[in-house]
């Protein structure tokens, strides 16, 4: 059911939409995948409209009083049928036989008072029957028909006896529970119908139990597991118990919260002839155990004493327990009227026991020979412990020298320092967990000498531990280091303390107040995937402000995946923060006081699932900022900031909200909008969007306008400045398909491609760079030089001439020199023109040397650049690199046709 609470208010004479406070509330049967939920639904009657192929049906929850065989005939196809906590007093027979497939069926919690043979007569195919907490009595042999149930609860029946039937039945049965009824004498031959019976669990906890008479397991075809917590039992009828079940091919007994309170040496003598491997003897408030108590249990492998109040253990308590593999001693040894006493040697016969859990014990603290004998153990358990163990030295575990430990656990036991090599004997420990205490020291790295198979390090809610760059220099293998709310001093370290840890992939330095850390704090550490730094101070490291610029520590953490940066104060974020960071999956920065995000911050996060931004300042979600990270995002946090709803601010954010499969939890009551005042406390999802569609084409038109105007700024500083780069390829690629020479019809070949007129001064300047033209193996050019090319004994002015008229160009080398030698003036430059004009050639090219403006050229040669081919007017360039750019120009214009233009 939808319920809505509508709140009207009259604002500046308009309306305000009402905010809906959704409460969801079953109404109906819910159906998927051939599962019907009808639980919780009042239900007086069994419903009839549901699917006929259902194979699941859950009706418990309501106020049924049958289960009638004309509703449920319609559910053929059912193979679970829970009923429970209803109001049900009786099984409709033919139950079974309108449901053929129906493996489970629960009745729990009913009215049911008489079950007959009859009841169960079609039940064959029964492999779970849960009875518990009706009021049956047993009339004939109602079981008698299920011959393939596995598990039957009648517990809490109040049932005087433990017998199910008067002959041999249920011979599939393996968990049988009796718990919680009113069973006090467990006879001899109650159990006679389960003769043919293997029974994995008999569970007898809670009954008011007083009396075994001989050979009451015996009846039981083979008895593997037996539960009676809860069951009182004194020494006498412990010792009892374990008489009669003597014989028998137990394995498992769990005899917890019995209230024995002591042990004899006699008490478990009984079970020396079965095969008992797990014993759980907790919560019994325990507080002696004689010697030798546990001689008789050769198998054992499994022994619980959790939660007791054991006074003393001696080094004979566990005598002959030579085949135990597991021992749980936690809160075993717990200080009543004196502190408990653990002697030395008290586990020399566990040479095969691998597990040792003691957590919460109270005794006097751990010799060298503690724990002497224990050549097989690899995981040790201390935590919480009560002892006096304040610093732990080279000799505090010597007793476990010879134990291959892969894990110790010595959480909270009040170690206040390790000392050099305090873990020298453990080269297989791979787990080492020292959190919780009250250390104080300066790790210099000598403390973990000798853990050469070390993976994780817990040194989390310490004192006060501070790190030197060696800290970690004994321990290369470790992947896992914990150092919650435990450092203190500085990370501003060179070398990193981290450094020698290029295996580690998990890294907590959370709640620390960390501030001053350098860039090279994680050099190295290509494969750490998790990196816990919450509730520490680096808001400064990150500032624009600071002193050399941003600091960028999470440069190089290439295979990060989990990053926890909240609450520290971080108010600005680098644009290059997140660089490189392609596999994080997870990114944590809520709560701080980010409120402008830079564009492109999170485009790097292409794998990023999980974003939390929560408690933060933001109030604008902008595309630029969210569109790439959001794409592959499944949760995003980004409640309680305060948004500002407008349309600049939260229209593709609304509209990403409308279309998007990501999980945003709590969208309805921490999204709500904080300005403008008419919008405030309005939820985000429901802003309006369509007034601000308006707004698109303005914003297209200025994206295109803006777009058009940077290109066009970008291309005209392109060609001011590289434009002879695009016109040289340009040529190049041109004339070598084309050619550099134009074909002019009719015109004789000449002895020379061009006659260089140029100043005196600048002869050397000429030919050094108009030579290698010459030099070029096909294709290569010829100039006229005067000194050069001259026949000797020909007057200087007829050689001038005859050269001219053997040139197909003049190259006029244009300089302020040129300009001023008379000699060029009156007449080379006089002939050359006179030349161009008898002949209608266009053969002139200008190649100026100097900037020499336009009216000087006409003053002094006569000449005007209009009067030119503008390839043919050429610049000698300033710049090195475009020398081979202006040879190229060149050759095009000693190529250009001599026709006169029309």
């Known amino acids: 059911m939808n319920i809505c609470f509508c709140l009207f208010s009259l604002c500046v004479g308009l309306l305000t939409p009402c905010l809906c406070y959704v409460e969801y509330k079953k109404t109906e049967c819910e159906v998927r995948d051939q599962i019907a939920d009808c639980s919780h639904l009042k239900l007086k009657e069994v419903p009839s409209y549901l699917p006929d192929n259902i194979t699941v049906l859950d009706v418990s929850h309501n106020q049924l009083r049958e289960l009638p065989t004309s509703v449920m005939s319609q559910y053929k196809q059912l193979v679970y049928l829970n009923a429970g906590f209803n109001s049900i007093k009786k099984i409709q027979q033919g139950l079974c036989q309108t449901l053929p497939l129906l493996r489970e069926l629960k009745l729990e919690h009913n009215e049911v008072y008489e079950l007959s043979e009859k009841d169960f007569t079609y039940c064959s195919n029964l492999s779970e029957l849960n009875l518990s907490s009706n009021k049956i009595k047993l009339k004939g042999d109602p079981f008698g028909s299920l011959e393939n149930l596995r598990r039957l609860d009648v517990s809490r029946n109040d049932l005087t006896t433990a017998n199910l039937g008067t002959h041999p039945q249920l011979q599939n049965l393996q968990e049988l529970i009796l718990s919680g009824n009113k069973i006090s004498v467990l006879k001899k031959d109650e159990f006679s119908c389960l003769s043919n019976t293997s029974l994995k669990l ?18 039981i075809g083979q008895l593997y597991g037996l539960v009676m917590d809860h069951t009182k039992l004194d020494s006498v009828l412990a010792e009892k118990l374990c008489n009669e079940l003597s014989g028998t091919a137990l394995r498992n007994l769990s005899l917890q919260g019995t209230t024995l309170s002591k042990i004899l040496s006699s008490t478990f003598k009984g079970l020396k002839a079965t095969n008992l491997t797990a014993l759980d003897l907790s919560k019994n408030g325990l507080s002696t155990i004689n010697d030798g108590s546990f001689q008789w249990l050769q198998k054992l492998e499994y022994l619980s004493l959790e939660e007791n109040s054991i006074a003393h253990l001696t080094k004979n308590t566990f005598a002959n327990l030579t085949t135990l593999n597991f021992l749980n001693l936690k809160k075993a040894l717990t200080k009543h009227k004196k502190t408990p006493i653990l002697d030395d040697f008290s586990f020399q016969w566990f040479i095969n026991l691998e597990h040792l859990l003691m957590d919460g014990n109270v005794f006097r603290g751990i010799t060298e020979e503690t724990f002497t004998g224990l050549k097989s153990l690899k995981y040790l358990s201390l935590s919480s412990c009560s002892m006096n163990m304040k610093t732990i030295t080279n000799k505090t575990l010597y007793s476990l020298a010879q134990s291959p430990l892969v894990f110790l656990n010595l959480t909270g036991i009040g170690i206040s320092k390790l000392e050099n090599g305090a873990f020298t004997w453990f080269r297989n420990l791979s787990k080492l967990y020292l959190g919780h205490n009250a250390i104080i020291q300066t790790l210099t790295g000598e403390e973990f000498r000798g853990l050469s198979s070390i993976e994780e390090i817990f040194l989390s809610y310490n004192q006060k531990i501070t790190l030197s760059s060696s800290s970690f220099i004994h321990t290369p293998t470790l992947r896992t280091l914990m150092l919650g709310r435990t450092l203190s001093g500085t990370l501003d370290l060179s070398p990193s303390p981290f450094q020698p840890l290029q295996n580690l992939t998990v890294l907590d330095l959370s709640n620390n107040n960390i501030a001053n850390i350098n860039e090279a704090l994680f050099s190295g550490l290509q494969h750490l995937k998790i990196l816990k730094m919450q509730h520490n101070n680096l808001a400064r490291l990150w500032k624009n402000g600071n002193p050399g610029g941003p600091l960028l520590f999470l440069k190089g953490l290439v295979s990060l995946r989990i990053l926890q940066l909240d609450s520290n104060g971080l108010d600005e974020i680098p644009v290059d923060a997140f660089r490189g960071l392609f596999k994080l999956v997870q990114l944590d920065l809520g709560p701080n006081n980010l409120n402008v995000l830079p564009k492109f911050t999170f485009d790097d996060l ?32 980004l409640g309680k900031n305060p948004f500002d709803c407008t349309c600049e601010s939260m229209f593709w954010f609304v509209n990403w909200l409308n ?7 709590r969208l309805n009551s921490q999204y709500v909008c904080n300005t403008p005042p008419s919008f405030y406390n309005y939820s985000v999802s429901l802003f309006d969007t369509s007034p601000c569609k308006d707004l698109a084409p303005f914003k297209s038109l200025f994206i295109f306008s803006a777009s058009f105007l940077l290109v066009f700024l970008v291309c005209v500083i392109f060609i001011r400045f590289q434009g002879w780069r695009i016109e040289f390829f340009w040529n190049v690629s041109v004339n070598r398909i084309l050619g550099y020479t134009e074909v002019d019809i009719g015109e004789n070949r000449f002895e020379y491609d061009a006659y260089i007129i140029c100043a005196p001064t600048d002869v050397d300047l000429v030919e050094r760079n108009f030579t290698p033209l010459e030099n070029i193996d096909q294709g290569g050019y010829r100039f006229c030089f005067d000194e050069r090319d001259f026949a000797a004994g020909v007057s200087e002015l007829d050689a001038v001439v005859g050269s001219m008229s053997r040139s197909r160009k003049i190259i006029f080398v244009v300089t302020e020199a040129l300009l001023k030698d008379r000699w060029c003036r009156r007449f080379k430059v006089h002939h050359a023109i006179h030349q161009v004009i008898e002949q209608s050639r266009d053969s002139i090219v200008l190649i100026f040397l100097e900037d020499i403006p336009d009216y000087k050229l006409y003053q002094s040669l006569f000449l005007r650049r209009g009067m030119i081919k503008s390839c043919c007017i050429l610049h000698w360039p300033v710049q090195r690199d475009r020398v081979k750019a202006f040879r190229q120009k060149m050759k095009v214009a000693l190529g250009s046709s001599n026709r006169m233009q029309q």
Do not use: A, D, M, W
Request: proline share 5%.
């Open 202 to 219: 008999l569970e007898l906890s809670s009954l008011p139990l007083k009396q075994l008479e001989p050979g009451c397991f015996h009846s």
């Open 606 to 637: 292409t794998s990023l699932r999980v974003l939390n931004l929560q408690k933060n300042l933001i109030t604008s979600v902008e595309n630029g900022v969210f569109e790439t990270v959001f794409k592959n995002l499944q949760t995003l946090y």
């Open 659 to 665: 279309k998007t499969n990501t999980s945003v939890p």
